[in-house]
T-cell receptor
Framework: DGGITQSPKYLFRKEGQNVTLSCEQN?????MYWYRQDPGQGLRLIYYSQIVNDFQKGDIAEGYSVSREKKESFPLTVTSAQKNPTAFYLC????????????FGQGTRLTVV | GQSLEQPSEVTAVEGAIVQINCTYQ??????LSWYQQHDGGAPTFLSYNGLDGLEETGRFSSFLSRSDSYGYLLLQELQMKDSASYFCAVRDHNYGQNFVFGPGTRLSVLP
């Protein structure tokens, strides 16, 4: 079955730690995205990548970093510079940057303890 | 810049019809999409309008008027399982052709 897999589903981070959220897709999609969702809010774009070895900042990139070394993988690192990282993180992919549909992973819920 | 507006909450009873509106402001509009998200879950794609008019997919329909910068999602024969948040989203030429999502409308379906 094709799809997007995010792991872990739940993640706990101590103050000052970096953590990496995994996102893997086997849909052969060129474009991949990371969104942050806070309770009762919409989706805000953190980073996006339209092709391997290239990525761009979204609206709220401060305190986050990404890489796109392989087409199927787009990991997100939440660094200690992100002061309020507790949120629901969603990874998505799209066949190309103009396709009308995005396919989402099941999300990672990150909590700072 | 770009912005989308939706009602924050809508309540309806089983079997009823409900319309969720979305207005958008963007100079680089590329099409309007709709997503459904159940609590704690991932958004799933429902429909897309690239041209004016009505698109029908089973119990769900979506409408777009580009001249009015307005669209809506119509849900018919409501079922309890339709209780979820619904987001409109646009692709924006001036935003790296990325999706911009509305704030979401929480639909509660009552028995």
């Amino acid at each position: 079955d094709g799809g997007i897999t995010q792991s872990p589903k739940y993640l706990f981070r101590k103050e000052g730690q970096n953590v990496t959220l995994s996102c893997e897709q086997n849909l052969n999609h060129d474009a991949m995205y990371w969104y942050r969702q806070d309770p009762g809010q919409g989706l805000r774009l953190i980073y996006y990548s339209q092709i391997v070895n290239d990525f761009q900042k979204g609206d709220i990139a401060e305190g986050y970093s990404v890489s796109r070394e392989k087409k199927e993988s787009f990991p997100l690192t939440v660094t200690s510079a992100q002061k309020n990282p507790t949120a629901f993180y969603l990874c998505a992919s799209s066949p190309r940057d103009t396709a009308p549909e995005a396919f989402f992973g099941q999300g990672t819920r990150l909590t700072v303890v | 810049g770009q912005s989308l507006e939706q009602p924050s909450e809508v309540t309806a009873v089983e079997g009823a019809i409900v319309q969720i509106n979305c207005t958008y402001q963007t100079s680089g509009f590329y099409g309007l999409s709709w997503y459904q998200q159940h609590d704690g879950g991932a958004p799933t794609f429902l429909s897309y309008n690239g041209l004016d008019g009505l698109e029908e997919t089973g119990r769900f329909s979506s409408f777009l008027s580009r001249s009015d910068s307005y669209g809506y999602l119509l849900l018919q024969e409501l079922q309890m399982k339709d209780s979820a948040s619904y987001f409109c989203a646009v692709r924006d030429h001036n935003y790296g052709q990325n999706f911009v999502f509305g704030p979401g409308t929480r639909l509660s379906v009552l028995p």
